[in-house]
Nanobody
Framework: VQVAQSGGGLVQPGGSLRLSCAAS????????MGWYRQTPGKKRELVAT???????NYAESVKGRFTISRDNAKKSVYLQMNNLKPEDTSVYYC???????????????WGQGSQVTVSS
């Protein structure tokens, strides 16, 4: 099982970016998917999560600006980030809770990380 993400980059304050993430491999089911972020010297923090049924949860700091969505058929999750602020600068990580055909229960998988820099 692999989780690969794309997107990110440099944007001016007030701008927008979109992150994408797709799971692949011997997957039986993808449960909750989400996005987290981490800046140097700080703990990784939750940005947003979405269940397989579409229920979403957001960090207070991004509510109203970020939108998480998923495509179950593509085993993918997306993060649309609007009205970006300098404090959103961080490395963003995709997370997926996955059950594969060889394992009882589920395991957490992480993407490789994407740098998002908000600066003028």
């Amino acid at each position: 099982v692999q989780v690969a993400q794309s997107g990110g980059g440099l944007v001016q304050p007030g701008g927008s970016l979109r992150l994408s993430c797709a799971a692949s491999g011997n997957i039986y089911r993808v449960h909750t998917m989400g996005w987290y972020r981490q800046t140097p010297g700080k703990k990784r923090e939750l940005v947003a999560t979405i269940t397989s049924g579409g229920r979403t949860n957001y960090a207070e700091s991004v509510k109203g600006r970020f939108t998480i969505s998923r495509d179950n058929a593509k085993k993918s999750v997306y993060l649309q980030m609007n009205n970006l602020k300098p404090e959103d600068t961080s490395v963003y990580y995709c997370n997926a809770d996955i059950t594969d055909y060889n394992t009882d229960g589920s395991l957490d998988y992480w993407g490789q990380g994407s740098q998002v820099t908000v600066s003028s």
